[in-house]
T-cell receptor, first 113, second 109 residues
Framework: EAGVVQSPRYKIIEKKQPVAFWCNPI?????LYWYRQNLGQGPELLIR????????DSQLPKDRFSAERLKGVDSTLKIQPAELGDSAVYLC???????????FGPGTRLTVT | DAKTTQPNSMESNEEEPVHLPCNHS???????IHWYRQLPSQGPEYVIH???SNVNNRMASLAIAEDRKSSTLILHRATLRDAAVYYC??????????FGDGTTLTVKP
């Protein structure tokens, strides 16, 4: 069974440019999470979806970050415009409903120059 | 959210048991204790979770103190592939995991 798929794996952009990350969760998983992980720290939850609905986006910086999960399957996280401090690994995870057992993808490493 | 305290790093020898401690003196009665680990250049991986009783699965055991103010993740025979950052997390709600900085486990051959 395929795991959580993320693309791209690496992205280098200049500050003020837009960037988007894509995630395809494990088949059948209705809950999808986006995390940000800064170097040397643990992941920080940005947003959680139950099907198409964002049920927890309290940590998402809404001035520049947006996310969507239009058909309740794959999801896109966007940053516009990117800032130097956005350099991090962006992780996507999925699960059957809200769960202690989340399955993480490999992440997208973003470098903003 | 209740806070956890873990050592920054630990070392173990291959094929020996490893006990990874986690202190959580402000844990509430509804907080579950769960553990993830993160191998280099990978996303975190679920290890185990529990509320009050000790738990075992194919990966590890979780020993929870009677007063629940601390817990220990036990790897019964460490292998080189167990070298990772181990996160101890408290949460009353599944799907709401606040990761700390974790313990970096080094396994020596």
């Amino acid at each position: 069974e395929a795991g959580v798929v993320q693309s791209p794996r690496y992205k280098i952009i200049e500050k003020k440019q837009p960037v988007a990350f894509w995630c395809n969760p494990i088949s059948g998983h209705n809950t999808l999470y986006w995390y940000r992980q800064n170097l040397g720290q643990g992941p920080e939850l940005l947003i959680r979806y139950e099907n198409e609905e964002a049920v927890d986006d309290s940590q998402l910086p809404k001035d520049r970050f947006s996310a969507e999960r239009l058909k309740g399957v794959d999801s896109t996280l966007k940053i516009q415009p990117a800032e130097l401090g956005d350099s991090a690994v962006y992780l996507c995870a999925s699960s059957f409903g809200p769960s202690w057992e989340q399955y993480f993808g490999p992440g997208t490493r973003l470098t903003v120059t | 959210d209740a806070k956890t305290t873990q050592p920054n790093s630990m070392e173990s020898n291959e094929e020996e048991p490893v006990h990874l401690p986690c202190n959580h003196s402000t844990i509430s009665g509804t907080d579950y204790i769960h553990w993830y680990r993160q191998l280099p250049s990978q996303g975190p991986e679920y290890v185990i979770h529990g509320l009050t009783s000790n738990v075992n699965n194919r990966m590890a055991s979780l020993a929870i103190a009677e007063d629940r103010k601390s817990s220990t993740l036990i790897l019964h025979r460490a292998t080189l592939r167990d070298a990772a950052v181990y996160y101890c997390i408290l949460s009353p709600n599944a799907g709401k995991s606040t990761f700390g900085d974790g313990t970096t486990l080094t396994v020596k051959p």
